[in-house]
Nanobody, 124 residues
Framework: QVQLLESGGGSVQAGGSLRLSCAAS????????MGWFRQAPGKERTFVAT????????FYADSVKGRFTISRDNGKNTVFLQMNSLKPEDSAVYYC?????????????????WGQGTQVTVSS
């Protein structure tokens, strides 16, 4: 069982940066691949980025590639999402998720554990 708690959301102007954090409970964090997803008002939740358990492999949605960076610190049971060059269309609730595998995946149904989300608002 893994419990996830996101933090770092907030309001920022277009072009700015935010760093999201997701702290995980449990002693087996290093065996879970992790992902970030987001949901804008009135829209479905979509994939943003994922990272393997070791941190060696990452994948990104095309819409954030080159602007966002996912990373993790297994010693601190934390995964991060560094978001640069933010755009108004990045505004959403951002969710952290963990899957019972070391391999990263982009599909939401591959993830068993979810945080409650953190709001990111980007103004133009």
């Amino acid at each position: 069982q893994v419990q996830l708690l996101e933090s770092g959301g907030g309001s920022v102007q277009a072009g700015g940066s935010l760093r999201l954090s997701c702290a995980a409970s449990g002693r087996t964090f290093s065996s879970y691949a992790m992902g970030w997803f987001r949901q804008a008002p009135g829209k479905e939740r979509t994939f943003v980025a994922t990272i393997s358990a070791s941190g060696e492999t990452t994948f990104y949605a095309d819409s954030v590639k080159g602007r966002f960076t996912i990373s993790r610190d297994n010693g601190k049971n934390t995964v991060f999402l560094q978001m640069n060059s933010l755009k108004p269309e990045d505004s959403a609730v951002y969710y952290c998720a963990a899957r019972d595998s070391t391999f990263p995946r982009q599909l939401q149904n591959e993830y068993a554990y979810w945080g409650q989300g953190t709001q990111v608002t980007v103004s133009s």
